[in-house]
Nanobody, 123 residues
Framework: QVQLVESGGGLVQAGDSLRLSCANS????????MGWFRQAPGNDREFVAG????????YYTDSVKGRFTISRDNAKNTVYLQMDSLKPEDTAVYYC????????????????WGQGTQVTVSS
């Protein structure tokens, strides 16, 4: 069983940083490819960042490259999303997800989802 719980969201100003955490209370995160998605009101859920389970290679959507960093701590069974230089357009509910497909950028390729954490960036 996989149960993902996100935390770390909040209200910040443009240029600030936040670190989101995604804890897995079930099978270890090392078993899955992990991803972060976000969804703003009225928009589809969009891919933000992913990390592959074996190679630990990471990949990002263009709008966050150089600002966001995804990482995983297998000992803590947790995946992180470090978000720097935040912009108002980063405002959304952020979700972590687990799946079996390498380099997956689309929601259907992920099998398990957390409940989301709100990130709001004021200008």
């Amino acid at each position: 069983q996989v149960q993902l719980v996100e935390s770390g969201g909040g209200l910040v100003q443009a240029g600030d940083s936040l670190r989101l955490s995604c804890a897995n209370s079930g099978r270890t995160v090392s078993t899955y490819n992990m991803g972060w998605f976000r969804q703003a009101p009225g928009n589809d859920r969009e891919f933000v960042a992913g990390i592959n389970r074996y190679s630990l290679s990471t990949y990002y959507t263009d709008s966050v490259k150089g600002r966001f960093t995804i990482s995983r701590d297998n000992a803590k069974n947790t995946v992180y999303l470090q978000m720097d230089s935040l912009k108002p357009e980063d405002t959304a509910v952020y979700y972590c997800a687990a799946g079996s497909t390498v380099n997956a950028r689309s929601p259907p390729f992920y099998d398990y989802w957390g409940q989301g954490t709100q990130v709001t960036v004021s200008s």
